[in-house]
């Protein structure tokens, strides 16, 4: 199962970071509906301050939250 990133994932993430939540997306756990939706979504992501993360890559982040940005998790 997948969730699209540039469509429903997109409008969460953002949504989220709007209510002031610091925001992560777990890539490899979405998949896009188009390249080009795909390419805009990551930079909005970027511009947006959400944290991209692979799921093999959570457990190293949080143990090293500072170095990842991710103080207070």
């Known amino acids: 199962m997948w969730f699209g990133f540039d469509v429903c994932v997109k409008h969460s993430a953002i949504d989220a970071v709007e209510q ?3 925001t992560f997306v777990i890539v490899d756990g979405c ?3 188009s390249h080009e939706g795909i390419t805009k979504t990551n ?3 970027v511009k947006s301050g ?3 993360l692979e799921s093999n890559k959570i457990e190293d982040a949080l143990r090293d939250k500072e170095k990842n940005g991710i103080q207070g998790y």
């Open 31 to 33: 998949r896009g509906v």
């Open 43 to 45: 930079k909005e992501f």
């Open 50 to 52: 959400i944290i991209l």
């Open 20 to 22: 002031g939540f610091r």
